[in-house]
Protein backbone atom coordinates (compact mmCIF):
# COMPACT_ATOMS: atom_id res chain seq x y z
CA UNK A 1 0.00 0.00 0.00
CA UNK A 2 1.30 3.74 -0.43
CA UNK A 3 2.22 5.90 2.18
CA UNK A 4 -0.21 8.44 2.73
CA UNK A 5 1.43 11.58 1.70
CA UNK A 6 0.98 15.06 0.71
CA UNK A 7 3.38 14.39 -2.18
CA UNK A 8 2.60 11.61 -4.82
CA UNK A 9 6.04 11.30 -4.95
CA UNK A 10 6.79 10.58 -1.80
CA UNK A 11 9.36 7.73 -1.21
CA UNK A 12 12.14 6.75 1.59
CA UNK A 13 15.85 5.92 0.76
CA UNK A 14 16.18 2.61 2.65
CA UNK A 15 18.52 3.18 5.29
CA UNK A 16 19.96 -0.12 5.41
CA UNK A 17 20.43 -1.30 2.43
CA UNK A 18 23.62 -3.90 1.58
CA UNK A 19 25.27 -1.36 0.23
CA UNK A 20 25.81 0.98 3.32
CA UNK A 21 27.84 -1.77 4.93
CA UNK A 22 31.08 -1.65 3.65
CA UNK A 23 31.08 -4.91 2.08
CA UNK A 24 29.37 -6.94 4.72
CA UNK A 25 25.98 -8.14 4.77
CA UNK A 26 23.97 -8.28 7.92
CA UNK A 27 23.16 -11.97 9.91
CA UNK A 28 20.82 -12.35 12.38
CA UNK A 29 21.86 -15.37 14.72
CA UNK A 30 19.83 -17.02 17.12
CA UNK A 31 20.38 -20.07 19.13
CA UNK A 32 16.51 -21.11 19.62
CA UNK A 33 14.96 -21.53 23.16
CA UNK A 34 17.96 -19.79 25.06
CA UNK A 35 16.29 -16.75 26.21
CA UNK A 36 19.57 -16.28 28.17
CA UNK A 37 20.31 -14.31 25.16
CA UNK A 38 17.12 -12.32 25.05
CA UNK A 39 17.29 -11.97 21.35
CA UNK A 40 18.58 -13.18 18.57
CA UNK A 41 22.03 -11.39 17.57
CA UNK A 42 23.29 -9.17 14.74
CA UNK A 43 26.26 -9.25 13.06
CA UNK A 44 28.15 -7.51 10.15
CA UNK A 45 29.94 -10.08 8.03
CA UNK A 46 31.86 -11.15 5.11
CA UNK A 47 30.11 -12.79 2.74
CA UNK A 48 33.21 -14.72 1.99
CA UNK A 49 34.11 -15.89 5.18
CA UNK A 50 33.64 -19.68 5.14
CA UNK A 51 30.42 -20.92 7.79
CA UNK A 52 32.79 -23.14 9.69
CA UNK A 53 34.51 -19.80 10.55
CA UNK A 54 31.10 -17.82 11.46
CA UNK A 55 30.79 -20.91 13.94
CA UNK A 56 34.12 -20.60 15.35
CA UNK A 57 34.69 -16.91 15.82
CA UNK A 58 31.14 -15.85 15.57
CA UNK A 59 29.20 -18.06 16.98
CA UNK A 60 31.74 -19.45 19.01
CA UNK A 61 31.99 -15.99 20.89
CA UNK A 62 28.96 -14.78 21.02
CA UNK A 63 27.06 -17.45 22.51
CA UNK A 64 30.05 -19.09 25.25
CA UNK A 65 28.65 -17.21 27.79
CA UNK A 66 25.74 -19.92 28.11
CA UNK A 67 26.82 -22.33 30.72
CA UNK A 68 25.63 -24.93 28.77
CA UNK A 69 27.38 -24.17 25.38
CA UNK A 70 30.41 -25.93 25.88
CA UNK A 71 28.02 -28.93 26.14
CA UNK A 72 26.54 -28.65 22.51
CA UNK A 73 26.72 -31.50 20.20
CA UNK A 74 27.12 -30.14 16.85
CA UNK A 75 26.63 -32.91 14.92
CA UNK A 76 22.86 -32.83 15.80
CA UNK A 77 22.13 -29.23 15.59
CA UNK A 78 19.31 -28.06 13.15
CA UNK A 79 19.66 -25.26 11.63
CA UNK A 80 17.32 -22.80 9.74
CA UNK A 81 18.17 -20.06 7.13
CA UNK A 82 15.28 -17.62 6.77
CA UNK A 83 12.67 -20.08 8.42
CA UNK A 84 13.74 -23.09 6.34
CA UNK A 85 15.68 -26.09 6.99
CA UNK A 86 19.27 -25.79 6.05
CA UNK A 87 22.39 -27.82 6.34
CA UNK A 88 25.12 -25.55 6.13
CA UNK A 89 28.34 -27.01 4.51
CA UNK A 90 31.14 -25.79 6.72
CA UNK A 91 34.18 -25.41 4.54
CA UNK A 92 31.87 -23.31 1.81
CA UNK A 93 31.30 -19.24 2.24
CA UNK A 94 27.75 -17.61 3.30
CA UNK A 95 27.29 -16.36 -0.26
CA UNK A 96 27.68 -19.89 -1.39
CA UNK A 97 25.56 -21.23 1.71
CA UNK A 98 22.88 -18.69 -0.03
CA UNK A 99 23.22 -16.08 2.97
CA UNK A 100 22.36 -12.81 2.09
CA UNK A 101 21.68 -9.43 3.51
CA UNK A 102 19.63 -9.23 6.40
CA UNK A 103 19.19 -13.39 6.52
CA UNK A 104 18.29 -14.84 9.74
CA UNK A 105 20.02 -18.00 10.99
CA UNK A 106 18.54 -20.13 14.09
CA UNK A 107 19.81 -23.47 15.31
CA UNK A 108 18.11 -25.90 17.87
CA UNK A 109 20.20 -27.55 20.08
CA UNK A 110 18.90 -31.29 21.16
CA UNK A 111 20.62 -31.45 24.79
CA UNK A 112 18.18 -31.74 27.99
CA UNK A 113 19.62 -29.73 31.09
CA UNK A 114 17.93 -28.12 33.41
CA UNK A 115 17.64 -24.99 31.77
CA UNK A 116 15.43 -26.62 28.67
CA UNK A 117 11.86 -26.08 30.35
CA UNK A 118 12.60 -22.18 31.58
CA UNK A 119 14.22 -21.35 28.06
CA UNK A 120 16.89 -19.85 29.15
CA UNK B 1 -15.08 56.49 28.28
CA UNK B 2 -13.74 53.19 30.01
CA UNK B 3 -14.16 49.77 28.63
CA UNK B 4 -17.18 48.27 28.74
CA UNK B 5 -17.16 44.84 30.68
CA UNK B 6 -18.24 42.29 28.90
CA UNK B 7 -20.20 39.26 30.19
CA UNK B 8 -18.77 35.71 30.19
CA UNK B 9 -20.71 34.13 27.30
CA UNK B 10 -19.57 37.65 24.62
CA UNK B 11 -16.12 37.26 26.32
CA UNK B 12 -16.02 33.48 25.11
CA UNK B 13 -17.41 33.64 21.93
CA UNK B 14 -15.02 36.81 21.38
CA UNK B 15 -12.08 35.25 22.02
CA UNK B 16 -13.00 31.67 20.41
CA UNK B 17 -15.05 31.19 17.31
CA UNK B 18 -14.99 35.17 16.63
CA UNK B 19 -11.21 34.70 16.29
CA UNK B 20 -11.28 32.83 12.95
CA UNK B 21 -11.64 34.56 9.72
CA UNK B 22 -13.27 34.31 6.28
CA UNK B 23 -11.26 33.92 3.10
CA UNK B 24 -12.44 36.51 0.59
CA UNK B 25 -9.59 36.78 -1.89
CA UNK B 26 -7.53 33.85 -0.81
CA UNK B 27 -8.23 29.87 -1.30
CA UNK B 28 -8.84 28.18 2.24
CA UNK B 29 -7.36 25.29 0.60
CA UNK B 30 -4.21 27.06 0.18
CA UNK B 31 -4.22 28.02 3.88
CA UNK B 32 -5.08 24.52 5.17
CA UNK B 33 -3.06 22.31 2.55
CA UNK B 34 -2.82 19.59 5.16
CA UNK B 35 -6.47 19.14 5.51
CA UNK B 36 -7.38 16.50 2.86
CA UNK B 37 -4.36 14.27 1.83
CA UNK B 38 -5.14 11.82 4.90
CA UNK B 39 -8.78 11.30 3.21
CA UNK B 40 -10.34 12.14 6.06
CA UNK B 41 -13.60 14.20 5.10
CA UNK B 42 -14.95 17.43 7.24
CA UNK B 43 -18.27 18.46 6.04
CA UNK B 44 -18.89 21.02 9.19
CA UNK B 45 -16.33 22.62 11.43
CA UNK B 46 -19.26 24.09 13.55
CA UNK B 47 -20.22 20.57 15.04
CA UNK B 48 -16.73 20.92 17.09
CA UNK B 49 -17.93 20.92 20.60
CA UNK B 50 -15.13 23.17 22.22
CA UNK B 51 -13.48 20.62 25.00
CA UNK B 52 -11.94 22.76 27.19
CA UNK B 53 -14.81 25.93 27.51
CA UNK B 54 -11.42 27.97 28.17
CA UNK B 55 -10.58 31.39 26.88
CA UNK B 56 -6.48 32.32 26.36
CA UNK B 57 -6.35 34.49 29.05
CA UNK B 58 -7.99 32.32 31.44
CA UNK B 59 -5.73 29.85 30.23
CA UNK B 60 -2.56 31.86 31.30
CA UNK B 61 -3.68 33.04 34.27
CA UNK B 62 -4.49 29.42 36.05
CA UNK B 63 -1.33 28.03 34.43
CA UNK B 64 0.85 30.70 35.59
CA UNK B 65 -0.29 29.97 39.33
CA UNK B 66 -0.29 26.39 38.98
CA UNK B 67 3.75 26.98 37.95
CA UNK B 68 3.89 29.24 40.97
CA UNK B 69 3.01 27.02 43.40
CA UNK B 70 4.72 24.39 41.78
CA UNK B 71 8.17 26.12 41.94
CA UNK B 72 7.55 26.81 45.32
CA UNK B 73 7.53 23.39 46.04
CA UNK B 74 10.29 22.39 44.30
CA UNK B 75 12.76 25.05 46.32
CA UNK B 76 11.42 23.59 49.44
CA UNK B 77 11.92 20.25 47.87
CA UNK B 78 15.87 21.55 47.24
CA UNK B 79 16.53 23.18 50.38
CA UNK B 80 15.34 20.35 52.21
CA UNK B 81 17.70 17.68 50.38
CA UNK B 82 14.55 15.63 49.25
CA UNK B 83 16.54 13.13 47.57
CA UNK B 84 17.35 11.74 50.94
CA UNK B 85 13.54 10.58 51.62
CA UNK B 86 13.42 8.56 48.64
CA UNK B 87 12.68 5.12 49.87
CA UNK B 88 16.30 4.10 47.78
CA UNK B 89 18.79 5.05 45.86
CA UNK B 90 17.07 2.25 43.07
CA UNK B 91 14.31 4.25 43.29
CA UNK B 92 15.86 6.79 41.31
CA UNK B 93 16.56 4.99 38.24
CA UNK B 94 12.81 5.08 37.20
CA UNK B 95 12.93 8.59 36.98
CA UNK B 96 16.15 8.77 34.77
CA UNK B 97 13.86 6.53 32.16
CA UNK B 98 11.13 9.20 32.69
CA UNK B 99 13.58 11.85 31.82
CA UNK B 100 15.47 10.33 28.97
CA UNK B 101 12.68 8.38 27.23
CA UNK B 102 9.29 10.38 28.72
CA UNK B 103 9.85 13.96 28.84
CA UNK B 104 11.54 14.28 25.38
CA UNK B 105 8.07 12.75 24.29
CA UNK B 106 6.76 15.77 25.57
CA UNK B 107 8.57 18.20 23.30
CA UNK B 108 7.35 16.00 20.60
CA UNK B 109 3.78 16.70 21.49
CA UNK B 110 4.40 20.06 21.92
CA UNK B 111 5.37 20.59 18.51
CA UNK B 112 2.91 17.76 17.17
CA UNK B 113 0.24 20.15 18.67
CA UNK B 114 1.34 23.18 17.23
CA UNK B 115 1.36 21.59 13.86
CA UNK B 116 -2.15 20.38 13.96
CA UNK B 117 -2.91 23.82 16.17
CA UNK B 118 -1.77 25.44 12.76
CA UNK B 119 -3.41 23.12 10.18
CA UNK B 120 -7.24 21.96 11.25
CA UNK B 121 -9.29 24.18 9.60
CA UNK B 122 -11.83 24.59 12.66
CA UNK B 123 -10.84 27.69 14.81
CA UNK B 124 -12.16 25.24 18.00
CA UNK B 125 -9.62 22.41 17.00
CA UNK B 126 -6.83 24.83 16.43
CA UNK B 127 -7.53 26.87 19.89
CA UNK B 128 -7.73 23.49 21.71
CA UNK B 129 -4.74 21.98 19.76
CA UNK B 130 -2.86 25.27 20.99
CA UNK B 131 -3.38 25.05 24.62
CA UNK B 132 -2.44 21.72 24.72
CA UNK B 133 0.58 22.31 22.42
CA UNK B 134 1.81 25.23 25.45
CA UNK B 135 0.79 22.67 28.43
CA UNK B 136 3.52 20.01 26.64
CA UNK B 137 6.41 22.35 26.60
CA UNK B 138 5.08 23.27 29.93
CA UNK B 139 5.44 19.69 31.01
CA UNK B 140 8.99 19.12 29.55
CA UNK B 141 10.69 22.24 31.10
CA UNK B 142 8.60 21.47 35.04
CA UNK B 143 10.03 17.72 34.67
CA UNK B 144 13.13 19.30 33.92
CA UNK B 145 13.30 21.16 36.83
CA UNK B 146 11.98 18.58 38.84
CA UNK B 147 14.68 16.12 37.98
CA UNK B 148 17.35 18.48 37.95
CA UNK B 149 17.74 18.45 41.91
CA UNK B 150 18.61 14.65 41.49
CA UNK B 151 21.05 15.60 39.00
CA UNK B 152 23.13 16.80 41.55
CA UNK B 153 23.12 13.52 43.33
CA UNK B 154 23.03 11.17 41.21
CA UNK B 155 24.14 9.37 37.50
CA UNK B 156 22.60 9.31 34.38
CA UNK B 157 20.34 12.48 33.94
CA UNK B 158 22.57 15.08 32.71
CA UNK B 159 22.73 14.05 28.75
CA UNK B 160 19.33 13.49 28.91
CA UNK B 161 18.64 15.59 25.23
CA UNK B 162 21.96 14.51 23.93
CA UNK B 163 20.96 11.27 24.25
CA UNK B 164 17.48 11.23 22.90
CA UNK B 165 18.68 11.27 18.97
CA UNK B 166 21.24 8.49 19.84
CA UNK B 167 20.58 5.93 22.40
CA UNK B 168 19.26 2.51 21.24
CA UNK B 169 16.37 2.27 23.54
CA UNK B 170 15.59 6.17 23.35
CA UNK B 171 15.18 5.33 19.63
CA UNK B 172 11.98 3.68 20.72
CA UNK B 173 10.00 6.67 22.05
CA UNK B 174 11.63 9.00 19.66
CA UNK B 175 10.36 7.02 16.54
CA UNK B 176 7.34 6.43 18.07
CA UNK B 177 7.11 10.54 18.09
CA UNK B 178 8.37 11.15 14.95
CA UNK B 179 5.97 8.52 13.32
CA UNK B 180 3.33 10.71 14.55
CA UNK B 181 4.51 13.89 13.60
CA UNK B 182 5.51 12.75 10.54
CA UNK B 183 1.70 11.79 9.81
CA UNK B 184 -1.13 14.38 9.23
CA UNK B 185 -2.93 16.37 11.40
CA UNK B 186 -5.56 14.08 11.90
CA UNK B 187 -3.58 10.82 12.10
CA UNK B 188 -1.38 12.90 14.67
CA UNK B 189 -4.71 13.49 16.23
CA UNK B 190 -5.82 10.17 16.74
CA UNK B 191 -2.41 8.86 17.65
CA UNK B 192 -1.55 11.14 20.32
CA UNK B 193 -4.20 13.33 21.13
CA UNK B 194 -6.50 10.34 21.39
CA UNK B 195 -4.96 6.71 21.23
CA UNK B 196 -2.21 8.17 23.53
CA UNK B 197 -3.52 10.83 25.72
CA UNK B 198 -7.10 9.24 26.03
CA UNK B 199 -6.20 5.87 26.36
CA UNK B 200 -3.32 4.82 27.35
CA UNK B 201 -2.48 8.12 29.70
CA UNK B 202 -3.52 6.49 32.40
CA UNK B 203 -0.98 3.82 32.00
CA UNK B 204 2.04 5.88 31.51
CA UNK B 205 1.25 8.65 34.39
CA UNK B 206 -0.57 7.35 36.61
CA UNK B 207 2.51 4.47 37.60
CA UNK B 208 5.05 6.73 37.71
CA UNK B 209 3.50 9.03 40.12
CA UNK B 210 2.15 6.66 41.93
CA UNK B 211 5.48 4.63 42.03
CA UNK B 212 6.99 8.30 43.45
CA UNK B 213 4.20 9.06 45.92
CA UNK B 214 4.95 5.48 47.12
CA UNK B 215 8.47 5.87 47.02
CA UNK B 216 9.22 9.36 48.61
CA UNK B 217 9.45 11.46 45.68
CA UNK B 218 8.26 14.70 46.31
CA UNK B 219 9.74 16.30 43.15
CA UNK B 220 7.83 13.96 40.87
CA UNK B 221 4.58 13.67 43.04
CA UNK B 222 4.50 17.57 42.69
CA UNK B 223 4.54 17.84 38.88
CA UNK B 224 2.30 15.01 38.62
CA UNK B 225 -0.13 16.67 40.38
CA UNK B 226 0.32 19.69 38.57
CA UNK B 227 0.34 18.07 34.94
CA UNK B 228 -3.36 16.48 36.65
CA UNK B 229 -5.63 19.22 35.20
CA UNK B 230 -4.03 19.67 31.91
CA UNK B 231 -4.06 15.69 31.07
CA UNK B 232 -7.66 16.05 32.02
CA UNK B 233 -8.06 18.54 29.31
CA UNK B 234 -5.82 16.17 26.95
CA UNK B 235 -8.34 13.66 27.38
CA UNK B 236 -11.46 15.73 26.72
CA UNK B 237 -9.33 16.73 23.50
CA UNK B 238 -8.89 13.04 22.34
CA UNK B 239 -12.25 12.05 23.30
CA UNK B 240 -13.68 15.03 20.78
CA UNK B 241 -11.80 14.47 17.97
CA UNK B 242 -12.67 10.61 17.32
CA UNK B 243 -16.32 11.68 17.94
CA UNK B 244 -16.48 14.78 15.73
CA UNK B 245 -14.27 12.53 13.41
CA UNK B 246 -16.92 10.08 13.52
CA UNK B 247 -20.05 11.96 13.00
CA UNK B 248 -18.85 14.07 10.14
CA UNK B 249 -18.41 11.66 7.51
CA UNK B 250 -19.42 7.77 7.24
CA UNK B 251 -16.12 7.19 5.11
CA UNK B 252 -13.99 8.59 8.16
CA UNK B 253 -14.49 5.27 10.19
CA UNK B 254 -12.25 2.77 8.64
CA UNK B 255 -9.39 5.35 8.62
CA UNK B 256 -10.14 6.23 12.09
CA UNK B 257 -10.30 2.13 12.64
CA UNK B 258 -6.93 2.12 10.87
CA UNK B 259 -4.94 4.72 12.95
CA UNK B 260 -6.87 3.48 16.56
CA UNK B 261 -5.15 0.06 15.42
CA UNK B 262 -2.13 0.89 14.55
CA UNK B 263 -1.63 3.79 17.64
CA UNK B 264 -3.23 1.67 20.68
CA UNK B 265 -0.41 -0.89 19.35
CA UNK B 266 2.57 1.43 19.11
CA UNK B 267 1.99 3.18 21.77
CA UNK B 268 1.23 -0.41 23.81
CA UNK B 269 5.20 -1.41 22.75
CA UNK B 270 6.25 1.71 24.24
CA UNK B 271 4.75 0.30 27.51
CA UNK B 272 7.14 -2.44 27.77
CA UNK B 273 8.86 -0.40 29.76
CA UNK B 274 6.01 0.84 32.44
CA UNK B 275 5.52 -2.51 32.95
CA UNK B 276 9.32 -3.10 33.35
CA UNK B 277 9.36 0.03 35.89
CA UNK B 278 6.67 -1.29 37.67
CA UNK B 279 7.21 -5.01 38.92
CA UNK B 280 11.01 -4.15 39.08
CA UNK B 281 11.92 -0.71 39.47
CA UNK B 282 10.22 0.57 42.41
CA UNK B 283 11.11 -0.68 45.89
CA UNK B 284 7.73 0.21 46.83
CA UNK B 285 5.32 -1.43 44.56
CA UNK B 286 2.73 0.01 43.96
CA UNK B 287 0.49 -2.90 41.74
CA UNK B 288 1.77 -5.05 39.00
CA UNK B 289 1.98 -3.95 34.98
CA UNK B 290 -0.85 -7.13 35.26
CA UNK B 291 -3.20 -5.45 37.32
CA UNK B 292 -2.82 -1.97 35.74
CA UNK B 293 -3.32 -2.95 32.55
CA UNK B 294 -6.49 -5.13 33.69
CA UNK B 295 -7.82 -1.81 35.84
CA UNK B 296 -7.01 0.73 33.45
CA UNK B 297 -7.36 -1.03 29.51
CA UNK B 298 -9.48 -4.13 30.36
CA UNK B 299 -11.92 -2.41 32.45
CA UNK B 300 -11.93 1.02 31.16
CA UNK B 301 -10.83 0.47 27.60
CA UNK B 302 -13.36 -2.11 27.78
CA UNK B 303 -16.23 0.65 28.32
CA UNK B 304 -14.65 3.16 26.20
CA UNK B 305 -14.96 0.63 23.06
CA UNK B 306 -18.40 -0.10 23.84
CA UNK B 307 -19.04 3.35 23.58
CA UNK B 308 -17.68 3.97 20.28
CA UNK B 309 -19.31 0.61 19.02
CA UNK B 310 -22.55 2.79 17.74
CA UNK B 311 -20.01 4.48 15.71
CA UNK B 312 -18.06 1.26 13.89
CA UNK B 313 -15.48 1.23 15.92
CA UNK B 314 -14.25 -1.87 16.75
CA UNK B 315 -12.03 -2.59 19.54
CA UNK B 316 -8.56 -3.73 18.22
CA UNK B 317 -8.16 -7.56 17.36
CA UNK B 318 -4.55 -7.84 19.19
CA UNK B 319 -6.18 -7.30 22.73
CA UNK B 320 -6.44 -11.36 23.74
CA UNK B 321 -2.62 -11.07 22.37
CA UNK B 322 -1.77 -8.44 25.06
CA UNK B 323 -3.54 -10.19 27.52
CA UNK B 324 -1.66 -13.28 27.33
CA UNK B 325 1.86 -10.78 26.61
CA UNK B 326 0.70 -8.60 30.36
CA UNK B 327 2.10 -12.40 32.08
CA UNK B 328 5.37 -12.53 30.00
CA UNK B 329 6.50 -8.03 29.46
CA UNK B 330 7.74 -7.20 32.62
CA UNK B 331 10.00 -10.15 32.98
CA UNK B 332 11.23 -9.67 29.55
CA UNK B 333 12.00 -6.17 29.21
CA UNK B 334 14.11 -5.87 32.55
CA UNK B 335 16.30 -9.45 31.41
CA UNK B 336 17.45 -7.38 28.44
CA UNK B 337 17.74 -4.44 30.10
CA UNK B 338 19.47 -6.57 33.21
CA UNK B 339 21.93 -7.97 30.71
CA UNK B 340 22.78 -5.56 28.92
CA UNK B 341 23.08 -2.79 31.67
CA UNK B 342 26.41 -1.60 29.90
CA UNK B 343 24.71 0.34 27.36
CA UNK B 344 22.07 2.20 29.28
CA UNK B 345 22.06 4.84 31.33
CA UNK B 346 20.56 3.92 34.67
CA UNK B 347 21.55 1.09 36.48
CA UNK B 348 19.99 -2.69 36.69
CA UNK B 349 19.81 -4.93 39.39
CA UNK B 350 19.07 -8.83 40.21
CA UNK B 351 15.67 -8.07 42.29
CA UNK B 352 15.88 -9.54 46.22
CA UNK B 353 14.07 -12.81 47.60
CA UNK B 354 10.91 -10.77 48.84
CA UNK B 355 10.83 -9.32 44.79
CA UNK B 356 10.96 -12.75 43.67
CA UNK B 357 8.60 -13.90 46.07
CA UNK B 358 6.26 -10.94 45.29
CA UNK B 359 6.76 -11.56 41.41
CA UNK B 360 5.48 -15.07 42.00
CA UNK B 361 2.60 -14.39 43.60
CA UNK B 362 1.72 -11.66 41.40
CA UNK B 363 2.44 -13.98 38.00
CA UNK B 364 1.55 -17.47 39.07
CA UNK B 365 1.16 -18.66 35.48
CA UNK B 366 4.44 -17.61 34.32
CA UNK B 367 7.42 -16.35 36.86
CA UNK B 368 8.64 -19.63 38.76
CA UNK B 369 8.46 -21.78 35.34
CA UNK B 370 10.27 -19.30 32.85
CA UNK B 371 11.78 -16.08 34.79
CA UNK B 372 12.20 -16.88 38.50
CA UNK B 373 15.47 -19.70 36.92
CA UNK B 374 16.95 -16.86 34.59
CA UNK B 375 17.42 -14.99 37.84
CA UNK B 376 18.79 -17.91 40.18
CA UNK B 377 21.53 -18.29 37.08
CA UNK B 378 21.93 -14.29 37.01
CA UNK B 379 22.43 -14.77 40.97
CA UNK B 380 24.54 -17.94 40.59
CA UNK B 381 27.04 -15.55 38.07
CA UNK B 382 27.11 -12.72 40.09
CA UNK B 383 28.00 -14.79 43.22
CA UNK B 384 31.01 -16.06 40.99
CA UNK B 385 32.06 -12.44 40.49
CA UNK B 386 31.13 -12.93 36.87
CA UNK B 387 28.20 -10.51 36.91
CA UNK B 388 26.14 -11.61 33.12
CA UNK B 389 26.75 -8.81 30.46
CA UNK B 390 25.29 -9.94 26.77
CA UNK B 391 28.02 -9.92 24.57
CA UNK B 392 27.43 -8.03 20.62
CA UNK B 393 24.14 -6.39 19.71
CA UNK B 394 20.23 -7.45 19.35
CA UNK B 395 18.42 -7.94 15.77
CA UNK B 396 15.22 -4.85 16.10
CA UNK B 397 12.02 -4.76 14.63
CA UNK B 398 11.65 -2.63 11.99
CA UNK B 399 8.96 -0.66 12.98
CA UNK B 400 8.65 -0.59 16.92
CA UNK B 401 12.56 -0.67 17.24
CA UNK B 402 12.26 -2.51 19.91
CA UNK B 403 14.72 -5.67 20.14
CA UNK B 404 13.40 -8.90 18.81
CA UNK B 405 12.55 -9.99 22.53
CA UNK B 406 8.93 -10.80 22.42
CA UNK B 407 8.27 -14.52 22.34
CA UNK B 408 4.99 -16.50 21.24
CA UNK B 409 3.23 -16.32 24.17
CA UNK B 410 -0.16 -18.14 23.24
CA UNK B 411 1.72 -21.44 22.08
CA UNK B 412 5.21 -21.46 23.09
CA UNK B 413 6.68 -18.50 25.44
CA UNK B 414 10.31 -19.45 24.75
CA UNK B 415 9.80 -19.04 21.32
CA UNK B 416 10.55 -15.66 19.70
CA UNK B 417 8.17 -14.36 17.35
CA UNK B 418 9.93 -14.10 13.78
CA UNK B 419 7.82 -11.72 11.00
CA UNK B 420 9.42 -10.49 7.69
CA UNK B 421 8.51 -9.43 4.45
CA UNK B 422 10.49 -8.12 1.63
CA UNK B 423 10.13 -4.67 0.02
CA UNK B 424 11.64 -4.08 -2.83
CA UNK B 425 14.31 -6.79 -2.53
CA UNK B 426 14.96 -6.04 0.44
CA UNK B 427 14.16 -8.18 3.78
CA UNK B 428 12.40 -6.13 6.97
CA UNK B 429 11.69 -7.70 10.24
CA UNK B 430 9.19 -7.77 12.54
CA UNK B 431 8.39 -8.51 16.40
CA UNK B 432 5.06 -9.14 15.79
CA UNK B 433 2.12 -9.29 12.82
CA UNK B 434 1.08 -5.46 13.92
CA UNK B 435 4.16 -4.61 13.75
CA UNK B 436 4.70 -6.19 10.28
CA UNK B 437 1.43 -4.53 9.19
CA UNK B 438 2.11 -1.05 9.74
CA UNK B 439 5.29 -1.21 7.64
CA UNK B 440 3.35 -3.05 4.95
CA UNK B 441 0.43 -0.20 4.91
CA UNK B 442 3.33 2.20 4.82
CA UNK B 443 6.41 0.69 3.78
CA UNK B 444 7.86 4.15 2.04
CA UNK B 445 7.86 5.29 5.68
CA UNK B 446 9.53 2.85 7.82
CA UNK B 447 12.20 1.94 4.96
CA UNK B 448 14.04 4.55 6.02
CA UNK B 449 14.32 4.05 10.33
CA UNK B 450 17.12 5.05 11.94
CA UNK B 451 17.71 1.77 13.57
CA UNK B 452 20.50 2.28 16.23
CA UNK B 453 21.90 -1.49 15.96
CA UNK B 454 22.20 -1.04 11.92
CA UNK B 455 23.68 2.50 12.51
CA UNK B 456 26.78 1.31 14.89
CA UNK B 457 27.30 -0.93 12.25
CA UNK B 458 27.43 1.15 9.31
CA UNK B 459 29.92 3.43 11.47
CA UNK B 460 27.54 6.37 12.14
CA UNK B 461 27.85 6.07 15.73
CA UNK B 462 31.35 7.25 16.86
CA UNK B 463 32.90 5.62 13.78
CA UNK B 464 34.49 1.95 13.53
CA UNK B 465 35.94 1.09 17.17
CA UNK B 466 33.89 -0.74 18.92
CA UNK B 467 31.44 -0.27 21.70
CA UNK B 468 33.52 2.14 23.24
CA UNK B 469 33.02 4.45 20.22
CA UNK B 470 29.47 3.90 20.41
CA UNK B 471 29.41 4.85 24.67
CA UNK B 472 31.26 8.17 23.85
CA UNK B 473 28.75 9.33 20.80
CA UNK B 474 26.29 8.71 23.37
CA UNK B 475 28.14 10.86 26.36
CA UNK B 476 27.43 7.72 28.22
CA UNK B 477 29.23 7.93 31.46
CA UNK B 478 30.93 3.73 31.38
CA UNK B 479 31.22 2.95 35.17
CA UNK B 480 29.45 5.41 36.60
CA UNK B 481 25.65 5.94 34.59
CA UNK B 482 25.49 2.10 33.55
CA UNK B 483 25.97 -1.07 34.78
CA UNK B 484 24.93 -2.92 37.87
CA UNK B 485 23.66 -0.96 40.57
CA UNK B 486 25.40 -2.84 42.89
CA UNK B 487 28.98 -1.52 43.54
CA UNK B 488 27.97 2.06 41.67
CA UNK B 489 28.63 4.96 42.80
CA UNK B 490 25.17 5.77 43.28
CA UNK B 491 25.54 3.44 46.06
CA UNK B 492 27.97 4.17 47.64
CA UNK B 493 26.99 7.45 48.07
CA UNK B 494 23.34 6.20 49.04
CA UNK B 495 25.04 4.67 51.49
CA UNK B 496 27.36 7.25 53.05
CA UNK B 497 24.04 9.85 53.42
CA UNK B 498 22.25 7.01 55.01
CA UNK B 499 25.04 6.00 57.09
CA UNK B 500 25.03 2.51 56.49
CA UNK B 501 28.52 0.06 55.56
FE1 LIG C 1 2.25 16.16 28.66
FE1 LIG D 1 -0.87 15.25 27.92
ZN1 LIG E 1 7.77 -4.28 16.66
Redesign the pocket.
Known sequence: MATQALRADYHGDGKDTEDKFHGAILVYINWDKHLFFYSAKAFPLDPNMPFAAVLEHVIGTHFCQHPEYKNINWDTVEWTLNNEPFMPVMEKSLAENGFDHKCLLRFKTAETSSFEAAGI | MSAKKLNLKDKYRLLTRDLDWDFSYEDRKDAFPFEEFEGIKITDWDKWEDPFRLTMDAYWKYQAEKEKKLYAIYDAFSQNNGHLNVSDARYVNAIKIFLTAVSPG?LA?HSGFAFTGRQMGGIGARIAAQMQSI??LR?IQTQIHAMSHYNKFFDGFDEFSHMHDRVWYISVVKSFFDDARSAGPFEFMVAIGFSFEYVLTNLLFVPFMSGAAYNGDMATVTFGFS?QS?EARHMTLGLEIIKFLLEQHEDNVPIVQKWIDKWLWRGYRILTVVAMMMDYMLPQKVMSWKEAWELYFEQAGGALFKDLERYGIKMPDYTDLIKAEKEHLSHQAWWTFYTNSQATAFHTWIPSDEELDWLSEKYPESFDKYYRPRWELAKEMAEKGERYYNEGLPQLCQTCQIPMIYTDVQNDPRDIVYRSTKYQGERFHFCSDQCQHIFENEPEKYVHAWLPVHQIFQGNCGGPGGLEKVMDYYKLDVGKANMDYVGSPDEERWKNWKGVA
Do not use: I
Open positions: EADEHAD
